[in-house]
């Protein structure tokens, strides 16, 4: 019997009517014959009603005491969709992460999984019941609710789907949301984008990571590695959404599947460094310790001094720059400036690895429009263009139009090779 994770986002449970549809789509997957476990995050806006509850109380409130507040919100959630799925005449189980055996680190507020006990789900499943699992959250080893940070409760669905295998007898991760799948850009900020009916687990976590919202990049990282097949649907329409899968032969001929947008970037600038061997890991460490992700890394040399340059989300400016205070104290040499108001357009497609031509019409949809390009970053199948904020959204719609992802059913890119080399 098919094992098939159900996850359901804050919008898709936002209120008692939408709770009562998503447990209707529960019970037609289990009278299909397939065995189900759901997901569930936070109703709504609750997790931001909650961080303003505590600001009201404290103005730097323990990142301990602030899991403890936030994982409230998934708890209510689970509670009321498994009551749903009783009134449908299903049984079901409410579980928190740490019930359903969710091990993470001790990072509070960005904890990540260690491990997953699925003997308690297993348990359930095996009694014919459906676990209603929090989002979002797990335990530390000492015991302590931690909280998994931004895109918690889509990581915690693959990382179930993982442990519970369910590719291995034909089962599915499929994350429900309030978009119908994924699409060539961000259809509320490009009008004319295009949905796709499949992408590469290396595509998605490309889009994810450059700002595509849709899915989180450390979900697409659990389903690459694990081989778990994620299907990306609306959580109120039956409609097929999009399936992300390994790449395919095919896929190579699809030069761009699609462009995303980071807004909210600040850049810091450490100037005036030592030039020594180590410097990077001296700054990089720390940061990657508070488990702060950080985007494009750039390092230029004078003399016997170096600087680097390297964005961050807005959100995590002030921890970083604290970071990199008591280093430069450490040092007792350098400075830091901060740039905030940045944004990151990107373009993303397999087809980059034997195609050229990518770089020099992204490069010209925006010079045409007179968008400075503060710096540019490549991979084999990535090319990001950090542009001023203000300019980010008109230059996302110039980059997706120049590729023509809008033509079509939006499972393919017009754009053919113009000549010798990969850019």
């Known amino acids: 019997m098919p094992t098939i994770v159900q996850k359901f986002g804050g919008t898709s449970v936002a209120d008692p009517q939408r ?5 209707a789509r529960i019970v037609e997957a289990r009278n299909a014959g397939n065995r189900v476990v759901v997901v569930v995050s936070a109703m709504g806006h609750t997790t931001d009603q909650l961080i303003g509850l505590a600001e009201q109380i404290s103005g730097a409130p323990s990142p301990r005491e602030m899991d403890m507040l936030m994982a409230t919100g998934e708890q209510i959630s689970v509670a009321l969709m498994a009551m749903a799925l009783h009134t449908l005449g299903c049984d079901a189980v409410s579980l928190t992460g740490a019930q359903a055996g969710i091990d993470t680190d001790a990072a509070h507020r960005k904890a990540r999984i260690s491990q997953i006990d699925r003997k308690q789900l297993q348990r359930i499943l095996d009694s014919g019941a459906v676990p209603v699992v929090c989002g979002f959250q797990g ?7 931690t909280t998994l940070g931004r ?3 889509d990581t915690t669905a693959v990382a179930l789907a993982a442990a519970l295998d369910v590719a291995a007898d034909g089962g599915i991760c499929e994350i429900f949301t309030d978009v119908d799948g994924v699409y060539t850009a961000d259809p509320r900020l490009v009008p004319n984008a295009s949905k796709l009916r499949h992408i590469s687990y290396e595509e998605m976590l490309e889009l994810a990571s450059m700002g595509a919202a849709v899915m989180h990049p450390r979900a697409v990282l659990f389903g690459e590695k694990f081989s778990v097949p994620i299907h990306v649907r609306h959580s109120q329409k039956p409609d097929l959404g999009t399936l992300i899968v390994p790449e ?4 190579e001929d699809i030069v761009v599947v699609g462009c995303a947008l980071k807004q909210d970037l600040g850049r810091i600038s450490l100037k005036a460094l030592p030039r020594t061997p180590g410097i990077q890991a001296q700054i990089f460490e720390p940061i990657s310790t508070a ?3 950080v985007d494009d890394i750039v390092q230029t040399e004078f003399g016997d001094t170096t600087t680097i340059a390297f964005t961050v989300e807005h959100g995590d400016i002030a921890d970083v720059k604290s970071i990199c205070q008591a280093l430069i104290g450490q040092l007792g040499r350098g400075d830091i400036d901060v740039e905030v108001g940045l944004a990151k357009i990107s373009a993303v497609g397999t087809g980059m ?20 390009i503060h710096n540019i970053t490549t991979s084999e199948i990535k090319i990001s263009c950090i542009v001023d904020r203000q300019h980010g959204e008109r230059g996302l719609q110039l980059v997706h139009d120049s590729f023509g992802l809008s033509a079509g059913d939006g499972t393919s890119s017009p754009m053919q090779s113009t000549g010798r080399g990969r850019r």
């Open 19 to 23: 709770i009562m549809r998503c447990a």
């Open 139 to 145: 335990i530390s080893p000492n015991g302590d609710i």
């Open 248 to 251: 395919e032969q095919i896929m």
């Open 291 to 293: 488990n702060i992700s």
């Open 151 to 153: 895109g918690g409760s």
């Open 353 to 372: 690895k034997s195609h050229s031509g990518v770089a020099s019409r992204m490069f010209r949809a925006l010079g045409e429009a007179g968008i400075a």
